[in-house]
């Protein structure tokens, strides 16, 4: 089992700027790729970007390219999301996920295999 535990969220106008961080404890060693998704209420939940772990390949969503930056400490294994030049649209509930496969452009929730519990972003205009 792998448990996330994700911090960093807040609310920022819009243009700033957060970093989410997800501390991942127990059998790290199983995940071969992380992600962030996002939802919003009334909607699905969304990909946002993926790495994977071993050989640190990162993906994104369109919406987020060039704003949103994947990164990841091993030695802590601390996942990482830097979020830049936000948008009202951002606002979400943001979800660290881990998964056993490694993945080419991981966005399908399907493919994981752990979660974490949250952490609300609210970009205000």
């Known amino acids: 089992q792998v448990q996330l535990v994700e911090s960093g969220g807040g609310s920022v106008q819009a243009g700033g700027s957060l970093r989410l961080s997800c501390a991942a404890s127990?059998?790290?060693?199983?995940?071969?790729?992380m992600g962030w998704f996002r939802q919003a209420p009334g909607k699905e939940r969304e990909g946002v970007a993926q790495?994977?772990?071993?050989?640190?390949?990162?993906y994104y969503a369109d919406s987020v390219k060039g704003r949103f930056t994947i990164s990841q400490d091993t030695a802590k294994n601390t996942l990482y999301l830097q979020m830049n030049r936000l948008k009202p649209e951002d606002t979400a509930m943001y979800y660290c996920?881990?998964?056993?496969?490694?993945?080419?452009?991981?966005?399908?929730?399907?493919?994981?295999?752990?979660w974490g519990q949250g952490t609300q972003v609210t970009v205000s205009s």
């Open positions: 127990g059998s790290t060693y199983s995940t071969n790729s």
């Open positions: 790495i994977n772990t071993g050989g640190g390949s990162t």
């Open positions: 996920a881990a998964s056993r496969f490694r993945m080419v452009n991981g966005m399908n929730r399907l493919g994981y295999h752990y």
